[in-house]
Antibody, heavy 122, light 106 residues
Framework: QITLKESGPTLVKPTQTLTLTCTFSGFSLSTSGVGVGWIRQPPGKALEWLALIYWDDDKHYSSSLKSRLTITKDTSKNQVVLTMTNMDPVDTATYYC??????????????WGQGTMVTVSS | DIQMTQSPSTLSASVGDRVTITCRASQTISSWLAWYQQKPGKAPKLLIYKASSLESGVPSRFSGSGSGTEFTLTISSLQPDDFATYYCQQYNSYWTFGQGTKVEIK
């Protein structure tokens, strides 16, 4: 069974740095073509892709948030970490991590974590 | 960046109706398109990948079609469990979601 779970603070202050961890099981981030991505959803709004890291450590970021994001992986711990600097109230959202399936198997985000709600407020 | 535009934003329908949602890409994405279903308070669920491939375990009343810049998601006979919000997503060049289509009870 493949699972992913997000963890991190529920409340951060403006200008602080957010660090979120995605802990997964049931697959390996060493498998060719596999990736783990982060997606967020402000309350009542649409999904927004943030970042993705591949099995070979190739990294991609949303162009609008690139300067604020860093994604890393620890394959031995089955974890992917996202940091977002200079948090603002508009960053209040539910943050999801999801597995990106290899392109040969379709390439979409097939398994998602339950999400973690992050509120930015002083 | 590739933009994805869904229509309609809201759709009112009855159980048993045939429902179609459209997604347009701002540039060609071949068949690198997925559809997701999301219910309130839950994570999105993958329904369709590569524009027309049905994800394992998803009922056959869901189908996808299209290529290039125009795509559709069709629910052949709407069931009570299908009232939800649906998102398209391109993954030809990075990843972009549409703004969502809420399917509500008429």
């Amino acid at each position: 069974q493949i699972t992913l779970k997000e963890s991190g603070p529920t409340l951060v202050k403006p200008t602080q740095t957010l660090t979120l961890t995605c802990t997964f099981s049931g697959f390996s981030l060493s498998t060719s073509g596999v990736g783990v991505g982060w997606i967020r959803q402000p309350p009542g709004k649409a999904l927004e892709w943030l970042a993705l890291i591949y099995w070979d450590d190739d990294k991609h970021y949303s162009s609008s948030l690139k300067s604020r994001l860093t994604i890393t992986k620890d394959t031995s711990k089955n974890q992917v970490v996202l940091t977002m600097t200079n948090m603002d109230p508009v960053d209040t959202a539910t943050y999801y991590c999801a597995r990106r399936r290899a392109a040969a198997a379709g390439g979409a985000f097939d398994i998602w974590g339950q999400g973690t709600m992050v509120t930015v407020s002083s | 960046d590739i933009q994805m535009t869904q229509s309609p934003s809201t759709l009112s329908a009855s159980v048993g109706d045939r429902v179609t949602i459209t997604c347009r890409a701002s540039q060609t994405i071949s068949s690198w398109l997925a559809w997701y279903q999301q219910k309130p308070g839950k994570a999105p669920k993958l329904l369709i990948y590569k524009a027309s491939s049905l994800e394992s375990g998803v009922p056959s009343r869901f189908s996808g079609s299209g290529s290039g810049t125009e795509f559709t998601l069709t629910i052949s006979s709407l069931q009570p469990d299908d009232f939800a919000t649906y998102y398209c997503q391109q993954y030809n060049s990075y990843w972009t979601f549409g703004q969502g289509t809420k399917v509500e009870i008429k």
